[in-house]
Every structure is written in structure tokens, then in C-alpha cells.
């Protein structure tokens, strides 16, 4: 088993800067992929981004694509998603994703929600305009 536990989130304005973490426990944090997903008031839950146990890959969502970052310290157990010119559209309670094995998949498994074994509490990120 894993546990996931995300950190970072709060109420900033269009254009800050936040850091949100996921730190794990449980299992060997190397040996899965982590991703991060958002859900918004009235909305499905959505791909944010991941990176790959293994070669470290990451995929993003196009919609924060060079404004987001994801990175893992596997030293630390813990995932990283950077996010950069925040909008008040990324507003939602987002959540970190493991998927356990040693096994890679293509881009369109991590993509998917059903993909993923473990997931957080969750963390609110709020953008005001």
C-alpha cells in the first residue's frame, strides 16, 4: 500500500505562483509513476500532468503545458507540480495519483483517471481574478 498526502495549496491571484507537494509513504516511492489531477465545482475530475517512474517522462495537459512542471525527489518520496501564471480556470481541488509496478505505459494510460491505484485527500487551489 501507499499513502498519499498532498500539501500547497491556497487562495492567490491571477498571474502568482504556488508549489503544491506529495509526499508518500508505503511502498517505495521509485517504482511507480505519480500524476497529478484537478476537479473543479460542477466539473469531472481531470488530467493535470505525471512523470514516469522509470525514465522520469513527464505528459501535461495541453491547457497547462509551460506553465505547469512536475518533478519528483525520489530521496524525499515526494512529487512536485510547479505551477506558474496561475488563471482563475485551474481553480479546483487537486490531487495526487500513483500508479503502482514497474511496468510503462504509453501516454493515454496515465491520461486516465481508472489508470491509477492510489490517490490523496486532495488540496484546494484557489485563483481569484
Known amino acids: 500500500q501507499v499513502q498519499l498526502v498532498e500539501s500547497g495549496g491556497g487562495l492567490v491571484q491571477a498571474g502568482d505562483s504556488l508549489r503544491l507537494s506529495c509526499a508518500a509513504s508505503?511502498?517505495?516511492?521509485?517504482?511507480?509513476?505519480t500524476g497529478w489531477f484537478r476537479q473543479a465545482p460542477g466539473k469531472e475530475r481531470e488530467f493535470v500532468a505525471t512523470?514516469?517512474?522509470?525514465?522520469?517522462?513527464?505528459y501535461y495537459h495541453d491547457s497547462v503545458k509551460g506553465r505547469f512542471t512536475i518533478s519528483r525527489d525520489n530521496a524525499k518520496n515526494t512529487v512536485y507540480l510547479q505551477m506558474n501564471s496561475l488563471k482563475p480556470e485551474d481553480t479546483a481541488v487537486y490531487y495526487c495519483?500513483?500508479?503502482?509496478?514497474?511496468?510503462?505505459?504509453?501516454?493515454?494510460?496515465?491520461?486516465?483517471?481508472?489508470?491509477?491505484?492510489?490517490w490523496g485527500q486532495g488540496t484546494q487551489v484557489t485563483v481569484s481574478s
Open positions: 508505503g511502498r517505495a516511492f521509485s517504482n511507480y509513476a
Open positions: 495519483a500513483a500508479k503502482l509496478g514497474v511496468a510503462s505505459y504509453s501516454e493515454a494510460f496515465y491520461i486516465r483517471d481508472r489508470s491509477y491505484d492510489a
Open positions: 512523470i514516469k517512474r522509470s525514465s522520469g517522462s513527464t
